[in-house]
């Protein structure tokens, strides 16, 4: 298995490993809140692990075991103008958006807050792995704010409207087990085996062809926002596009013949 030395930041820690890259919040001091340097960080390492074909899949989490990433970095959120709010707002979506729509998937560990932006970072990974530590929240309006970073929209896709309400309203925040029960996280593990999990479940999906798994990807998050015809149109076509590809015919091959597949990604 091939290792890569880690690229460096100032805020995060990028390293692969074979097929995986790892992204690691790196400000413990501080929860691993988000502040602006921290966003162009993520930018730079999920575009570098989107433009490398080496790399299959990302994990995410949080360095210590006390935060994934306790929020907003408050101590500059306290001293933005509307304008700049704003327009941090909007960076922080552009991040989020290139993270849900990277082409591969990405796994949140996450090992203890994930709070406000947090909750929202996780939200955009593809897969969501909790810790029995993990405490989730959209807390914005104890600040005189509301969630910035996707909460008001990737919320309610994913627990339903009054669930997400109640959260977003209240400012509260649920255990890891609550999380679960509302279809916020996909699976909850003791925090010894957070990080082997996600590998494993990433293992699993490299198992099988590429093709399918990034239009698989594709199919679910743009048909989300489209009408349900519209969005059995564009799985159709992506169907299409998977059954004249080279891994189609192996993996129907391999399958009559009773062997393993040796996908290509072509």
């Not at 849900?100 to 796994?107: D, Q």
């Not at 509302?182 to 010894?192: D, K, Q, S």
Request: charged share 20%; aromatic share 6%.
């Amino acid at each position: 298995m091939s290792t890569e030395p880690e690229t460096t930041f100032a805020n995060i820690l990028y390293e692969k490993k074979g097929a995986t890259a790892y992204v690691t919040l790196n400000r413990p001091k501080v929860m691993n809140a988000l502040s602006h340097a921290t966003w162009e960080d993520l930018d730079a390492a999920f575009t570098d692990a989107r433009e490398d074909d080496a790399v299959r899949g990302v994990i995410l989490t949080g360095a210590g075991d006390k935060a994934f990433i306790a929020g907003a970095d408050i101590s500059e959120l306290a001293h933005v103008t509307a304008v700049q709010a704003e327009h941090s707002s909007a960076y922080g979506q552009k991040v989020l958006n290139l993270i849900e729509n990277l082409g591969k998937p990405v796994i949140a560990a996450i090992n203890g807050f994930a709070l406000g932006g947090g909750c929202e970072t996780a939200m955009a990974c593809t897969l969501r792995i909790a810790s029995e530590s993990a405490k989730f929240g959209q807390p914005e309006v104890k600040l005189g704010l509301l969630p910035g970073g996707g909460g008001t929209q990737r919320l309610p896709r994913l627990v339903g409207k009054g669930r997400a309400l109640q959260l977003i309203l209240t400012g509260g925040v649920i255990s890891a087990a609550e999380a679960y029960r509302i279809g916020l996280v996909n699976e909850v593990v003791p925090p010894a085996q957070l990080i082997a999990r996600a590998d494993a479940i990433l293992g699993e999906i490299f198992s099988n062809a590429p093709l399918a798994v990034k239009f698989s990807l594709q199919a679910v998050n743009d048909g989300s926002d489209t009408t349900v015809s519209e969005g059995l149109a564009l799985e159709a076509s992506f169907f299409g596009l998977c059954a004249g590809t080279e891994d189609k015919k192996e993996g129907t091959s391999a399958f009559l013949e009773k062997r393993k597949p040796q996908f290509q990604g072509r």
